[in-house]
């Protein structure tokens, strides 16, 4: 049972037909999910192939809302060292810090031995998404960037071209003001509980969180500043509502909200949620720098937790298998993430076919060369230098600091939290 295996306050969730579970025999792994809401149908998918290949591996499924609950789990489990999970997928962000305390194991002596990394699809690009503290310390699962969501019938009928939206952020607040004249929300710049969304703003200004070495603070340049000034005109000019992402997409759904902004991963739920109410399509994510622009990479990599032999070549074959092209197939066909192998982007046999017939997808993979690593704070505050991003830009939204006093309080704050030595 999961209980006697300490897995704490993770909620054990049976997200596959009984069948498959009852198919599996022989050794058993728990592996660690995190926003089921999002990965329920790729998991499914992955493990009703993975069920017909290994039958005598018998999966338990523990969930965590998010990444940041899934992070805490494993933390807690190693601290009372009663490492209990076999699998966890975790945050790209969150990484390092699973390396820096040996949580996460090195998976490059396990690619080796089937040979070359690249031939199986893991190029030297997809492996550095998840290569921290000196190891590889996961395989990339599934990766995001920020993409438009957009209702081509308030598009219209505000005088845009839904087929050429704005690639600056003056057109969007513009159209998004105009929408808004027709009695609905104009746009959602979905931020969430991440530094992530906001770093796209950044990053997409040219500017990054830290310095190349990590020793000095860089957010709070030129660039951050200009970041926090387009939040702010989000809300005084488009008059952004103050919804939660939750929130905002049922307003979009229910035609109620022209454009909104958040990761491709929710794609084939907001697919669902809209069905036949209008027509949706999706579109890039507007980069101001056309030189230094850039987007981080969202998502999800599968790390190796096992110290056990016999459950650690289990939870390695399935690690290996959900990171497969037949895998990363799967993954995007049920999410809307970009494809994390290299053999399901370039052979058609995978997913050319797909692409060709899904062409709200497509967005995300038009993005693919502005996306660089998601910025992993250093040292065990990492958590908290989040929260301190994550809370001084709230404090713009909601206009109770303006951006250049919450910018001076962020990088502060993040340099008080860094290690000695940084910031």
Do not use: C
Request: glycine share 8%; aromatic share 8%; no cysteine.
């Amino acid at each position: 049972m999961l209980d006697r295996r300490g897995l704490g306050a993770a909620t054990a969730l049976s997200l596959f037909t009984p069948h498959v579970l009852r198919a599996q025999r022989g050794v058993e792994i728990a592996v660690h999910v995190p926003q089921p809401v999002i990965f329920r149908a790729s998991f499914e998918a992955i493990a009703a192939a993975f069920a017909a290949r290994e039958p005598e591996i018998r999966i338990n499924w523990i969930t965590t809302p998010n990444y940041e609950e899934g992070l805490q789990l494993l933390l807690r489990q190693a601290a009372t060292n009663n490492l209990a999970v076999d699998v966890s997928y975790q945050g790209f962000n969150r990484l390092r810090l699973l390396a820096e305390r040996g949580i996460a194991q090195d998976l490059l002596p396990f690619l080796q031995r089937e040979g070359d990394p690249a031939a199986q699809g893991y190029t030297p690009q997809l492996l550095a998404l998840a290569h921290f503290g000196g190891i590889q310390a996961g395989l990339a699962y599934a990766a995001s960037n920020p993409i438009t969501f957009l209702n081509a019938d308030l598009v219209r009928r505000a005088g845009g071209d839904p087929a050429a939206l704005p690639r600056d952020w003056d057109g969007i607040i513009a159209l998004a003001s105009r929408i808004r004249a027709l009695g609905v929300d104009g746009m959602f710049y979905n931020l969430g509980n991440e530094d992530w969304m906001f770093s796209a703003l950044l990053f997409g200004h040219g500017g990054r969180m830290l310095s190349e070495d990590e020793r000095e603070v860089t957010v709070n340049g030129p660039e951050g500043l200009a970041a926090l000034r387009l939040l702010e005109r989000f809300v005084r000019e488009a008059r952004m509502p103050l919804l939660t992402g939750d929130a905002a997409t049922q307003a979009f759904a229910a035609g109620r909200l022209g454009l909104i902004y958040r990761s491709t991963a929710f794609l084939r739920g907001m697919i669902q949620q809209v069905g036949r109410n209008f027509e949706m399509q999706t579109a890039p994510m507007p980069v101001m720098d056309p030189v230094r622009g850039r987007l981080p990479t969202g998502g999800a990599a599968g790390t190796l937790i096992a110290r056990d032999p016999a459950r650690r070549e289990a939870a390695w074959k399935f690690l290996r298998f959900s990171t497969s092209p037949e895998g990363t197939t799967l993954m995007v066909q049920n999410t809307g993430y970009v494809p994390m192998n290299q053999i399901a982007i370039e052979d058609p046999r995978w997913l050319g076919a797909f692409y060709r017939d899904n062409p709200l997808f497509r967005a995300a993979t038009e993005q693919v060369h502005l996306m660089i690593p998601w910025t992993p704070f250093p040292g065990p505050n990492s958590v908290r230098i989040t929260q301190a991003v994550v809370d001084n830009v709230m404090r713009v939204v909601e206009q109770r600091a303006t951006p250049e006093v919450a910018l001076a309080d962020m990088a502060a704050e993040m340099r008080r939290l860094l290690p000695r030595g940084r910031g």
